[in-house]
């Protein structure tokens, strides 16, 4: 690739946009695209993602290559899963061309959606997710991943501040919903920092935060994932109702749905966003005895 100083190592935005026009691409709004251009943010994700050449990653939607550049920079190895067919045929070359041979050899990219994907699709085995995930998917791969890419133990993902806030909030608070329910099934997480808009291109009308997250056991039962997220849907599609209300249809009826919450030791009158995972977990179980 002309006009390369393989030395730089990383992409500032003037490369990734000359990227972007050697292939005719443009981000696309509906696939949640900004690309990172600036090398100090991906620096820092890599820094506080404590990633080093022990690690094996997972980056779900590379894009160009900012990130992909600063992981590979740290020793790792990288699993590269991207969406975009004519991104996913680029970044080995980038890779090449900026970080070197022996570097580049350390990435496979697969051509496909994480959404989807499996962990017997991935070329090795990821024990890190460090990644900026796509804005208009984030929490379901988020989500998917740590369900169906088990050897996943800890990560550091960048969202919009928004979700990020949701996904670590407490219980019982304004934005405590589905989405940090979900993910404390699977992890413990926390806000790492914010990200300036400034940072990516296009440049997004929302804020950008980072959250840490590391994986521990499920509650202490057996009920599936499945299970416990519908009753986690059900009691969060209504958060303004009681759970006797809001889990109705769930349950069948009102009635049967008080039952259950008895049986689970939950009242009835209480709602949604003052429950933990465990007690999600307990009304699942009681689900399947309560007629």
């Known amino acids: 690739m002309s006009g390369v100083d393989p030395a730089r190592g990383?992409?500032?935005?003037?490369?990734?946009?000359?990227?972007?026009?050697?292939?005719?691409?443009?981000?696309?709004?509906?696939?949640?695209?900004?690309?990172v251009v600036d090398p100090n943010t991906v620096r820092r994700i890599v820094r506080l993602a404590d990633v080093s050449a022990a690690d094996?990653?997972?980056?779900?939607?590379?894009?160009?290559?900012?990130?992909?550049?600063?992981?590979?920079?740290?020793?790792?190895?990288?699993?590269?899963?991207?969406?975009?067919?004519?991104?996913?045929?680029?970044?080995?070359?980038?890779?090449?061309?900026?970080?070197?041979?022996?570097?580049?050899?350390?990435?496979?990219?697969?051509?496909a959606d994480a959404l989807a994907v499996t962990a017997?699709?991935?070329?090795?085995?990821?024990?890190?997710?460090?990644?900026?995930?796509?804005?208009n998917v984030a929490v379901p791969v988020l989500l998917g991943l740590l369900e169906r890419v088990p050897s996943l133990v800890r990560g550091l993902v960048m969202v919009q501040q928004e979700v990020a806030e949701r996904l670590t909030a407490p219980a019982g608070g304004r934005v405590y919903g589905a989405p940090t329910v979900k993910l404390s099934w699977w992890a413990s997480a926390e806000l790492a920092g914010r990200v300036s808009r400034e940072a990516f291109?296009?440049?997004?009308?929302?804020?950008s935060a980072l959250v840490a997250f590391r994986r521990h056991p499920p509650p202490q039962t057996d009920v599936t994932y499945p299970s416990f997220?519908?009753?986690?849907?059900?009691?969060?599609?209504?958060?303004?109702?009681?759970?006797?209300?809001?889990?109705?249809?769930w349950a069948g009826s009102a009635g049967r749905a008080e039952?259950?919450?008895?049986?689970?030791?939950?009242?009835?009158?209480?709602?949604?966003e003052t429950l933990l995972a465990a007690d999600f977990a307990a009304v699942a179980a009681a689900a399947r005895d309560v007629e």
């Open 10 to 35: 990383l992409l500032s935005g003037r490369d990734v946009r000359r990227l972007a026009a050697t292939v005719d691409f443009r981000p696309r709004k509906a696939r949640g695209q900004n690309f």
């Open 56 to 111: 094996t990653v997972l980056e779900v939607g590379p894009g160009l290559g900012s990130l992909t550049l600063a992981l590979l920079d740290a020793g790792a190895q990288v699993v590269a899963v991207e969406i975009e067919p004519v991104l996913a045929r680029l970044l080995p070359d980038t890779a090449r061309d900026f970080a070197g041979s022996a570097a580049a050899a350390q990435l496979r990219v697969l051509p």
């Open 120 to 135: 017997g699709e991935l070329p090795w085995t990821p024990s890190a997710l460090v990644s900026n995930l796509p804005y």
């Open 201 to 207: 291109w296009p440049v997004p009308n929302i804020d």
């Open 229 to 249: 997220a519908d009753v986690v849907g059900a009691a969060f599609g209504q958060r303004r109702k009681t759970l006797r209300s809001a889990l109705a249809d």
């Open 259 to 272: 039952r259950v919450l008895v049986a689970a030791g939950i009242d009835p009158g209480r709602r949604g």
